[in-house]
Every structure is written in C-alpha cells, then in structure tokens.
C-alpha cells in the first residue's frame, strides 16, 4: 500500500512539473484580429497616393505590440504598391488600436491607375502579416481584406 501510495505522489508531481513547462501561449493567447478601417486613394499629384489604415483588437487580457505591418494593396487582381511600417505601438488589453500605412507608386502605375479608375467600380485585396511581440515571443499574423469601390475624383 505504501508503494502505491508514492508512486501516486511521484506521477501526480511528474504532470504537475509537466504542466508547469507547458507554454502559456497554447491556452491563453488569441492572435489580434486585423481588419482595414479605411482606404484612401490620392491619384493626382499627391505625395503618398494609397493610405491603408488598419484596425488591430486584441482578444488578450494583456497588452501585446505592434513592431511591424507589412502591406501589399491590389487593385483589379494587379499588385500596385507595397510597403513596411516599423513604428512600434501598444495594441491595450481587451483594446483596440489603428496603424496607417502609407504605400508608394511608380509614376506610370500612379497614371495607369489615374485613367483606370476614373470610371466604374473595382476591386482591392489589402494583404499582408503584422509581427506581434507577446510575452510569449514574437508572432506572425496574416491579415486580407477584399471589397469594391468606386475611386473616381470627387470635386
């Protein structure tokens, strides 16, 4: 009886080290949702002719950081720009956050997409990953977003 007895003791602290090396991750941590909040379209001479903003919710009872957007915005099925935002933010508990990304063009794209979209409705993908810092580690996590607009200049 006094066997059984410690070998019910030694498999009981066997799983309870076991869970306790467990990483917390597995059970506790949701990866933030990504959707896009809006996207603007400035064809003309502007600057910065595509803005993305992105609406980051955190379904965490922990803050976790944004350290990196990557985006890639299509139009009609046709990649037309890309880019990195590397501006670190707190996406808050339970919260939520935006991130703007700002995306170039090439000349001959920015007037191709000028004379394209004057007219009509077309279609845009938004995709790409944000890197998540948790205290966990680093995350990867894809988000895309389809929909259809009219973009034509408004005056």
Same mark, same amino acid.
């Given at each position: 009886?006094?066997?059984?007895?410690?070998?019910?003791?030694?498999?009981?602290?066997?799983?309870?080290?076991?869970?306790?090396?467990?990483?917390?991750?597995?059970?506790?941590? $949701?990866?933030?949702?990504?959707? &896009? #909040?809006?996207?603007?379209?400035?064809?003309?001479?502007?600057?910065?002719?595509?803005?993305?903003?992105?609406?980051?919710?955190?379904? #965490?009872?922990? $803050?976790?950081?944004?350290?990196?957007?990557?985006?890639?915005?299509?139009? $009609?099925?046709?990649?037309?720009?890309?880019?990195?935002?590397?501006?670190?933010?707190?996406?808050?508990?339970?919260?939520?956050?935006?991130?703007? &990304?700002?995306?170039?063009?090439?000349?001959?794209?920015?007037?191709?997409?000028?004379?394209?979209?004057?007219?009509?409705?077309?279609?845009? &993908?938004?995709?790409?990953?944000?890197?998540?810092?948790?205290?966990?580690?680093?995350?990867?996590?894809?988000?895309?977003?389809?929909?259809?607009?009219?973009?034509?200049?408004?005056?």
């Amino acid at each position: 009886m006094r066997r059984l007895v410690l070998s019910a003791l030694a498999v009981g602290a066997l799983a309870a080290g076991s869970a306790a090396c467990t990483p917390l991750g597995l059970w506790l941590y $949701d990866d933030p949702r990504i959707s &896009v #909040n809006e996207l603007t379209v400035a064809l003309d001479q502007s600057a910065e002719p595509f803005g993305v903003t992105l609406r980051f919710e955190n379904p #965490n009872d922990f $803050d976790v950081t944004i350290a990196k957007v990557e985006a890639e915005l299509r139009f $009609d099925g046709r990649s037309v720009s890309r880019a990195t935002h590397e501006q670190p933010s707190t996406l808050p508990d339970g919260g939520d956050a935006h991130v703007r &990304v700002q995306m170039q063009t090439s000349e001959s794209v920015r007037q191709e997409l000028s004379a394209r979209l004057a007219s009509g409705t077309h279609s845009y &993908v938004v995709q790409g990953r944000a890197t998540i810092d948790t205290p966990i580690g680093q995350r990867r996590v894809s988000f895309q977003s389809r929909g259809a607009g009219s973009f034509q200049k408004r005056g």
